[in-house]
Protein backbone atom coordinates (compact mmCIF):
# COMPACT_ATOMS: atom_id res chain seq x y z
CA UNK A 1 0.00 0.00 0.00
CA UNK A 2 1.72 3.19 -0.87
CA UNK A 3 0.49 6.52 -2.67
CA UNK A 4 2.13 9.90 -3.40
CA UNK A 5 1.60 13.07 -4.32
CA UNK A 6 3.33 16.78 -4.24
CA UNK A 7 1.59 19.08 -1.79
CA UNK A 8 0.51 22.80 -2.87
CA UNK A 9 -0.11 26.08 -0.89
CA UNK A 10 -3.22 27.65 -2.96
CA UNK A 11 -2.67 31.59 -2.99
CA UNK A 12 -5.23 32.97 -5.05
CA UNK A 13 -8.37 31.60 -7.51
CA UNK A 14 -8.92 33.59 -9.79
CA UNK A 15 -11.61 33.45 -12.47
CA UNK A 16 -10.64 31.40 -15.46
CA UNK A 17 -10.72 33.37 -19.18
CA UNK A 18 -14.32 31.73 -20.55
CA UNK A 19 -15.65 33.42 -16.49
CA UNK A 20 -13.73 36.70 -17.34
CA UNK A 21 -15.59 36.42 -21.16
CA UNK A 22 -18.96 35.45 -19.64
CA UNK A 23 -18.83 37.93 -17.35
CA UNK A 24 -18.06 40.62 -19.70
CA UNK A 25 -20.73 39.79 -21.87
CA UNK A 26 -23.39 40.00 -18.95
CA UNK A 27 -21.82 43.27 -18.25
CA UNK A 28 -22.26 44.72 -21.51
CA UNK A 29 -25.73 43.39 -22.44
CA UNK A 30 -26.52 45.52 -18.85
CA UNK A 31 -25.06 47.99 -20.27
CA UNK A 32 -26.96 48.12 -23.42
CA UNK A 33 -30.46 47.87 -21.27
CA UNK A 34 -29.28 50.86 -19.08
CA UNK A 35 -29.01 52.94 -21.89
CA UNK A 36 -32.11 51.64 -23.59
CA UNK A 37 -34.17 51.95 -20.37
CA UNK A 38 -32.67 55.73 -20.33
CA UNK A 39 -33.60 56.88 -23.32
CA UNK A 40 -37.12 55.75 -22.63
CA UNK A 41 -37.20 57.92 -19.70
CA UNK A 42 -34.87 60.89 -21.16
CA UNK A 43 -34.65 60.70 -24.71
CA UNK A 44 -31.20 60.95 -26.08
CA UNK A 45 -31.58 60.46 -29.65
CA UNK A 46 -34.62 59.81 -31.64
CA UNK A 47 -33.09 56.41 -33.02
CA UNK A 48 -30.97 54.77 -30.02
CA UNK A 49 -30.60 51.37 -32.11
CA UNK A 50 -27.19 52.30 -34.02
CA UNK A 51 -25.85 52.84 -30.52
CA UNK A 52 -27.21 49.85 -28.45
CA UNK A 53 -27.21 47.57 -31.66
CA UNK A 54 -23.09 47.19 -31.09
CA UNK A 55 -23.35 46.67 -27.89
CA UNK A 56 -25.39 43.80 -27.83
CA UNK A 57 -23.83 42.15 -30.81
CA UNK A 58 -20.57 42.23 -28.89
CA UNK A 59 -22.11 40.58 -25.99
CA UNK A 60 -24.16 37.79 -28.27
CA UNK A 61 -20.25 37.47 -29.32
CA UNK A 62 -18.61 37.22 -25.97
CA UNK A 63 -20.97 34.92 -25.35
CA UNK A 64 -20.42 32.61 -28.48
CA UNK A 65 -16.53 32.52 -27.69
CA UNK A 66 -17.10 31.53 -24.20
CA UNK A 67 -19.48 28.77 -25.32
CA UNK A 68 -16.34 27.20 -27.81
CA UNK A 69 -13.24 28.18 -25.23
CA UNK A 70 -14.69 26.21 -22.26
CA UNK A 71 -13.75 23.05 -23.42
CA UNK A 72 -9.88 24.30 -23.62
CA UNK A 73 -9.79 26.59 -20.35
CA UNK A 74 -8.17 25.78 -17.25
CA UNK A 75 -8.51 27.33 -14.12
CA UNK A 76 -6.53 30.50 -12.76
CA UNK A 77 -4.49 29.74 -9.62
CA UNK A 78 -2.40 31.17 -8.16
CA UNK A 79 0.02 28.51 -6.21
CA UNK A 80 3.44 27.33 -5.12
CA UNK A 81 4.63 23.28 -4.87
CA UNK A 82 5.49 23.07 -1.45
CA UNK A 83 6.28 18.95 -0.59
CA UNK A 84 5.28 15.66 -1.05
CA UNK A 85 2.84 13.28 0.80
CA UNK A 86 2.79 9.60 1.03
CA UNK A 87 0.67 7.05 2.57
CA UNK A 88 3.35 4.17 3.00
CA UNK A 89 2.68 0.54 4.59
CA UNK A 90 2.56 1.80 8.66
CA UNK A 91 2.90 5.41 8.33
CA UNK A 92 1.52 8.74 6.98
CA UNK A 93 4.59 10.44 5.64
CA UNK A 94 5.05 14.19 4.86
CA UNK A 95 8.06 15.80 2.93
CA UNK A 96 10.04 12.86 3.02
CA UNK A 97 11.28 12.86 6.57
CA UNK A 98 8.24 13.79 8.85
CA UNK A 99 6.48 10.47 9.93
CA UNK A 100 2.98 9.69 11.88
CA UNK A 101 2.44 6.32 12.42
CA UNK A 102 -1.39 5.11 11.83
CA UNK A 103 -2.29 4.53 14.89
CA UNK A 104 -1.63 8.16 16.04
CA UNK A 105 -4.01 9.08 13.68
CA UNK A 106 -7.38 10.07 15.60
CA UNK A 107 -9.10 11.96 12.56
CA UNK A 108 -8.78 11.54 8.73
CA UNK A 109 -10.50 14.00 6.28
CA UNK A 110 -9.73 13.40 2.48
CA UNK A 111 -11.92 15.40 -0.03
CA UNK A 112 -11.20 14.98 -3.75
CA UNK A 113 -12.03 17.90 -5.47
CA UNK A 114 -10.97 16.37 -9.50
CA UNK A 115 -7.18 15.04 -10.97
CA UNK A 116 -5.65 17.64 -13.62
CA UNK A 117 -7.28 18.03 -16.86
CA UNK A 118 -10.51 16.67 -15.74
CA UNK A 119 -13.53 18.59 -16.27
CA UNK A 120 -15.44 21.04 -14.12
CA UNK A 121 -18.36 22.82 -13.95
CA UNK A 122 -19.88 21.37 -16.30
CA UNK A 123 -23.19 21.35 -15.21
CA UNK A 124 -23.80 25.04 -15.02
CA UNK A 125 -26.78 26.22 -17.64
CA UNK A 126 -23.61 29.15 -18.84
CA UNK A 127 -21.10 28.67 -20.29
CA UNK A 128 -18.10 28.84 -17.35
CA UNK A 129 -16.76 24.87 -17.83
CA UNK A 130 -13.39 24.34 -17.84
CA UNK A 131 -10.63 21.84 -16.27
CA UNK A 132 -8.73 21.67 -13.19
CA UNK A 133 -5.65 21.75 -12.35
CA UNK A 134 -6.32 18.89 -9.87
CA UNK A 135 -4.87 21.34 -6.94
CA UNK A 136 -7.68 21.74 -4.49
CA UNK A 137 -8.06 18.01 -3.34
CA UNK A 138 -7.18 18.46 0.47
CA UNK A 139 -6.48 16.28 3.48
CA UNK A 140 -6.73 16.89 7.09
CA UNK A 141 -5.05 14.86 9.29
CA UNK A 142 -5.24 15.28 13.18
CA UNK A 143 -3.20 13.93 15.85
CA UNK A 144 -4.30 14.30 19.33
CA UNK A 145 -3.79 17.86 19.93
CA UNK A 146 -2.34 18.69 16.66
CA UNK A 147 -3.79 18.61 13.06
CA UNK A 148 -2.01 19.33 9.66
CA UNK A 149 -4.18 20.66 6.22
CA UNK A 150 -2.59 20.39 3.03
CA UNK A 151 -3.89 20.81 -0.56
CA UNK A 152 -2.33 17.88 -3.22
CA UNK A 153 -2.17 17.35 -6.82
CA UNK A 154 -4.01 14.19 -8.43
CA UNK A 155 -2.15 13.91 -11.72
CA UNK A 156 -4.83 11.81 -13.60
CA UNK A 157 -7.58 9.64 -13.54
CA UNK A 158 -5.55 6.26 -12.22
CA UNK A 159 -3.80 8.29 -10.19
CA UNK A 160 -7.32 9.20 -8.51
CA UNK A 161 -8.32 5.55 -8.76
CA UNK A 162 -4.94 4.71 -6.97
CA UNK A 163 -5.81 7.26 -4.09
CA UNK A 164 -9.38 5.75 -3.26
CA UNK A 165 -7.72 2.21 -3.41
CA UNK A 166 -5.05 3.04 -1.05
CA UNK A 167 -7.64 4.79 1.42
CA UNK A 168 -10.20 1.64 1.30
CA UNK A 169 -6.85 -0.88 1.97
CA UNK A 170 -6.24 1.65 4.44
CA UNK A 171 -9.53 1.78 6.26
CA UNK A 172 -9.66 -2.48 5.80
CA UNK A 173 -6.19 -2.32 7.35
CA UNK A 174 -7.77 -1.36 10.88
CA UNK A 175 -4.71 1.13 11.29
CA UNK A 176 -5.52 4.43 11.77
CA UNK A 177 -6.24 5.26 15.29
CA UNK A 178 -9.72 6.43 14.48
CA UNK A 179 -12.13 5.55 17.63
CA UNK A 180 -15.65 6.31 16.14
CA UNK A 181 -16.33 3.29 13.76
CA UNK A 182 -18.47 5.27 11.62
CA UNK A 183 -16.06 7.68 10.94
CA UNK A 184 -14.00 5.26 9.39
CA UNK A 185 -16.53 3.30 7.55
CA UNK A 186 -17.28 6.89 6.25
CA UNK A 187 -13.50 7.24 4.94
CA UNK A 188 -14.14 4.93 2.10
CA UNK A 189 -14.63 6.41 -1.28
CA UNK A 190 -18.54 5.46 -2.56
CA UNK A 191 -17.08 3.36 -5.45
CA UNK A 192 -16.30 0.36 -2.83
CA UNK A 193 -19.37 0.75 -1.18
CA UNK A 194 -20.92 -2.26 -3.59
CA UNK A 195 -17.95 -4.51 -2.87
CA UNK A 196 -17.90 -7.71 -0.78
CA UNK A 197 -15.03 -6.57 1.31
CA UNK A 198 -17.13 -3.00 2.34
CA UNK A 199 -20.29 -5.14 3.14
CA UNK A 200 -18.16 -7.40 5.40
CA UNK A 201 -15.97 -5.00 7.10
CA UNK A 202 -19.67 -3.28 7.54
CA UNK A 203 -20.84 -5.72 9.75
CA UNK A 204 -17.68 -6.82 11.74
CA UNK A 205 -18.19 -3.07 12.94
CA UNK A 206 -21.67 -3.96 13.92
CA UNK A 207 -21.05 -7.32 15.15
CA UNK A 208 -17.96 -5.97 17.50
CA UNK A 209 -20.47 -3.51 18.78
CA UNK A 210 -18.37 -0.93 17.22
CA UNK A 211 -21.31 0.81 15.72
CA UNK A 212 -25.25 0.24 16.35
CA UNK A 213 -27.50 -1.94 14.32
CA UNK A 214 -29.55 0.64 12.49
CA UNK A 215 -26.57 2.65 11.27
CA UNK A 216 -25.02 -0.57 10.18
CA UNK A 217 -27.50 -1.73 8.03
CA UNK A 218 -28.04 1.62 6.27
CA UNK A 219 -24.18 1.65 5.43
CA UNK A 220 -24.01 -1.48 4.48
CA UNK A 221 -26.89 -1.10 2.29
CA UNK A 222 -29.79 -3.29 1.14
CA UNK A 223 -32.16 -3.46 -1.83
CA UNK A 224 -35.19 -4.36 -0.15
CA UNK A 225 -37.11 -4.11 3.38
CA UNK A 226 -36.90 -8.29 3.39
CA UNK A 227 -33.29 -7.36 3.09
CA UNK A 228 -33.25 -5.30 5.87
CA UNK A 229 -34.71 -7.77 8.18
CA UNK A 230 -33.13 -10.80 7.22
CA UNK A 231 -29.43 -8.72 7.95
CA UNK A 232 -31.36 -7.17 11.63
CA UNK A 233 -31.99 -11.01 12.47
CA UNK A 234 -28.40 -12.18 11.52
CA UNK A 235 -26.33 -9.59 12.59
CA UNK A 236 -27.91 -7.91 15.62
CA UNK A 237 -28.33 -9.93 18.03
Known sequence: MKFTAYKYRIIKEKLSITEQIVYSSFVLFVFGLIILFLNTKFPLTDNILPIITPIFIISILFLGVAHIYQ??????????????????????????????????ITDLKINIDAYYGQTINQYYSIPIQKKSLGIKNTIVIATGDKSFTYNFKLDHAIHTKELKKTIFNLVLSEKLGIKDAKKHIKLIPSDFNKTEDYKAFVIKQITSKKINCTEGILLHGYRTDKEAKELRSKYCV
Do not use: R, V
Not at 75 to 104: Q, V
Open 71 to 104: FYDYELINCAKEGHIEFSTNEFIIDYNKKINYKD
